[in-house]
Nanobody, 124 residues
Framework: QVQLVESGGGLVQAGGSLRLSCAAS????????MGWFRQAQGKERESVGA????????YYADSVKGRFTISRDNALNTVSLQMNSLKPEDTAVYYC?????????????????WGQGTQVTVSS
């Protein structure tokens, strides 16, 4: 079992930055692909990006490419999502997830463990 806890959400103005963190416990996350998803009110959950444990390329959704960066610290069992140049359309609940697959999956059914989510609100 892996427990995931997100932190760092909040309210920010458009153009601002936030850094989300996801702390894993229970098992080391070094052998899990770690993904970030988000769900805006009234919309389906969507992939933001994912960083595989296998050393493959990090995936980013087109909507966040160039603005968001995912990083991981296996020694600290954490993964982060740095969000820059935030837009109102980035407003959503952001979820951290862990997958035993060795690639950067973009579908939520590819992930075994989920955090509780953290709210990010970007004002215009």
């Amino acid at each position: 079992q892996v427990q995931l806890v997100e932190s760092g959400g909040g309210l920010v103005q458009a153009g601002g930055s936030l850094r989300l963190s996801c702390a894993a416990s229970g098992r080391t996350c070094s052998r899990y692909t770690m993904g970030w998803f988000r769900q805006a009110q009234g919309k389906e959950r969507e992939s933001v990006g994912a960083i595989p444990w296998s050393g493959g390329s990090t995936y980013y959704a087109d909507s966040v490419k160039g603005r968001f960066t995912i990083s991981r610290d296996n020694a600290l069992n954490t993964v982060s999502l740095q969000m820059n140049s935030l837009k109102p359309e980035d407003t959503a609940v952001y979820y951290c997830a862990a997958s035993s697959y060795g690639y950067a999956g973009i579908y939520d059914y590819e992930y075994d463990y989920w955090g509780q989510g953290t709210q990010v609100t970007v004002s215009s």
